[in-house]
């Protein structure tokens, strides 16, 4: 794994020269506290995840599903980390880092407002000031959220410069890093951004493989045939990933949000899915070099996902590295697959998923589901027999888009509300 | 005429506007009417969707910029219509400038941009240590390649990018965005210090929005003064209250000849021993 910052022709240290400083300081601290552990930065680490966040999580079998696709399907459990996702691994480990570092202030960026949650919850835990930023039309789509972190002693600040999603929400808090790169710690949500954030947050996201490799080994007798995460920027998808990537054995699945298709309006500048992995091109933004969504002239494009986890523009360089190089196969599943699989999910197992996670079912849905189409039988069986998906977080959050959504789209094993409700 | 020589007659006032805000055609009334005010080298801004550097004047800017059309093809026929004669600069973020042409790097943005008289480029997203293939291709085409200071900015980081730039040092004056402000920083007067020890002409950017700024900037030591967010504010006002656009054209003029020439005066306030040799 790159220590370096490259993962082939992909990574770097795209920014203003202001934050410069701040990202050698970063560099150092992450090499002296993550990778040397350092006055015992991991150690207190590992500890606070166990005690404040609940792991080691389970890797449960999950019996219905298992059934329904014909293989032994196992849920590693993130939903039930402290707050309802992974996100809490990767915050904690950079609040903690700042408060090592001697920083006196945090900000961050929130899309679907998880990691933005989780953020509030370390700072809280902590003892730090956090400011968080988060797009407009998020703020919007996920109320139970913002005031989650506002309830946590959080501030959080609206976005409303272009669409107002996680795009324009990073370019914001990298405005406010640079005006407050002195005191102030940027706490990126996934293995994005500049060298060392890609590496670092992969490493604290990492405890889920790590996890999730011992427990197969204890509950399968063997490793997983495959692994499947949903693909947003990648963060889960990295910790899923990490320490299987040398297990040539185990297939790796990243699964991207197709929103409502995988063609691109260029004229408009519109990507109507965040699919970077399949269809976007490589190119720099916030930065680092990776794969975007991008129109012929390198402007960013707007993305689109029915789970605004997913509605980013790029992803982490070391996954757009790893697809290259083929060891982790890039697949996509759209909006109404995904919130299909949500209510699947739900019904079958008692497990309500985050919109991200449902995309990860939605995989296993498409191609081996007693309605997949004949052709998908290889695809099928490379997954294998045991198959472990990364249940990244769960759907509390989402439930008021998922409801909104759920009857725009007319989901056919939706519930039907419209005896309680009077209809939507 | 070179980017340093620009420098040789006394400070430099080097204005800035987004190409093609609000339209094509009021742009190029807008950049000629800071030549007429004084202007010594002109950066042009070639919009990009995602400008992390930018505070809210220039974002906003950039939006009206894209959506009157403006692409990096546009930004060459743009620069081509131009009727100036100081030097220009592009400055850009790096994602327009590597993708364009054939995708493989910033060779045929570099060409071209040297093709319609281009002299130089900022690119605030490209730190020294990703420079070089820029640099490269600048160097191929005789174009300069101009790097941000920041205050934050120290030891073995200024030595490298002092040994890469050329053209101009852009000294930023505070931290932050860009953006106009009221006052001038001192962080201004600690980072021309640090630069002191190195020929090569210091041009001081962010904030500046007033002929007392410039004045006070250039008495303080540098070479010349960048103001961007004030001429934009000026645009973007004009663009709001419907104004004709020669009438905003005058206005810019006026404010680049405030500019010129509170450089002017502070530099004539120069102790001997501050002025560059």
């Known amino acids: 794994m790159s220590v370096d910052g490259k993962f082939g022709d992909y990574g770097g240290q795209y920014v203003p020269e202001a934050l410069m400083p701040a990202i050698e300081e970063l560099n150092d601290a992450y090499e002296r506290y993550v990778l040397n552990n350092e006055d015992g930065f991991m150690d207190d680490f590992r500890a606070r995840l166990r005690d404040f966040g609940g792991r080691p999580t389970p890797l449960q079998r999950a019996g219905r599903l298992s059934k329904r696709y014909g293989r032994e399907v196992y849920l590693k459990r993130e939903d039930l980390v402290h707050g309802g996702a992974h996100k809490l691994n990767n915050a904690l480990g950079q609040v903690l880092l700042a408060k090592y570092m001697g920083k006196e202030r945090i900000i961050a960026e929130t899309g679907a407002g998880q990691h933005g949650t989780a953020t509030a919850m370390a700072c809280a835990h902590l003892d730090i000031p956090c400011e968080i930023y988060m797009g407009k039309r998020d703020i919007n789509r996920q109320r139970p959220n913002v005031f989650r972190m506002k309830l946590n002693g959080s501030e959080v600040n609206p976005v409303t410069v272009g669409r107002g999603t996680l795009k324009e929400a990073i370019s914001e808090t990298m405005r406010d890093w640079a005006t407050n790169v002195e005191d102030t710690h940027y706490v990126i949500g996934s293995v994005v951004g500049p060298h060392p954030f890609p590496s670092m947050v992969r490493d604290f996201q990492a405890v889920i493989s790590e996890e999730a490799r011992t427990q197969a080994h204890e509950q399968m007798g063997r490793l997983p045939d495959a692994v499947i995460a949903c693909a947003g920027g990648g963060s889960n998808t990295m910790g899923a990933f990490a320490e299987f990537v040398e297990d040539d054995e185990t297939s790796l699945y990243a699964v991207e949000a197709g929103g409502s298709t995988l063609e691109v309006d260029e004229e408009a500048g519109v990507a109507p899915n965040s699919a970077s992995l399949t269809t976007g091109s490589e190119g720099i933004l916030h930065g680092a070099r990776t794969l975007l969504l991008q129109d012929r002239d390198g402007q960013i494009m707007e993305s689109h996902s029915v789970s605004s986890g997913l509605d980013y523009a790029g992803v982490g360089p070391e996954l757009a590295h790893l697809v290259d190089t083929g060891r982790v196969t890039a697949v996509n599943v759209d909006d109404d697959e995904a919130l299909t699989a949500f209510h699947r999910l739900s019904q079958l197992e008692g497990i309500i998923p985050a919109l991200e996670t449902a995309h990860a079912f939605g995989y296993l849905e498409q191609v081996a589901g007693p309605d997949a189409p004949a052709d998908s039988d290889e695809e099928a069986d490379d997954l294998g027999e045991f198959v472990v998906v990364n249940v990244s977080g769960r759907g509390d959050k989402d439930l008021e888009s998922a409801i909104e959504e759920t009857y725009e789209r007319d989901i056919d094993i939706a519930p039907n509300m419209d005896e309680f409700t009077g209809g939507l | ?277």
């Open chain 2, 1 to 277: 005429m070179s980017l340093e020589d620009a420098f040789a007659d006394g400070p430099a006032f080097i204005p800035y506007l987004a190409a093609g805000d609000p339209d094509y055609e009021s742009s190029l009334e807008y950049v000629e009417a800071l030549e007429r005010g004084g202007a010594d080298i002109i950066e042009l801004g070639l919009p990009f969707s995602e400008p992390v550097a930018e505070g809210p004047t220039i974002q906003n800017a950039v939006v009206r910029s894209l959506e009157s059309g403006m692409t990096p093809t546009r930004f060459f026929e743009f620069v081509e219509d131009l009727d100036v004669s100081v030097p220009l600069v592009c400055m850009t973020y790096y994602n327009l400038i590597y993708r364009y042409g054939d995708n493989s790097g910033p060779r045929p943005f570099v060409e071209k941009a040297a093709d319609v008289g281009i002299e130089g480029f900022v690119v605030p997203d490209l730190p020294a240590e990703e420079s070089d293939p820029l640099r490269e291709a600048c160097d191929e085409f005789g174009l300069d390649l101009v790097f941000i200071v920041a205050p934050t900015t120290r030891g073995e980081r200024l030595e490298r990018i002092m040994q890469q730039v050329s053209g101009y040092v852009y000294v930023q004056a505070r931290l932050g965005t860009t953006g106009a402000q009221t006052s001038v920083s001192d962080q201004t007067d600690s980072s021309l210090a640090r630069l002191s020890e190195y020929d090569v002409p210091k041009a001081v950017g962010f904030g500046i929005s007033s002929g007392d700024h410039a004045e006070r900037i250039v008495r303080s030591g540098a070479d010349g003064i960048i103001v961007g967010s004030a001429l934009v504010d000026i645009v973007a006002a004009g663009h709001e209250d419907g104004d004709d656009p020669g009438t905003v054209a005058d206005r810019l003029e006026t404010l680049a000849r405030e500019l010129k020439e509170g450089a002017l005066s502070g530099a004539s306030q120069r102790p001997p021993h501050s002025e560059r040799t």
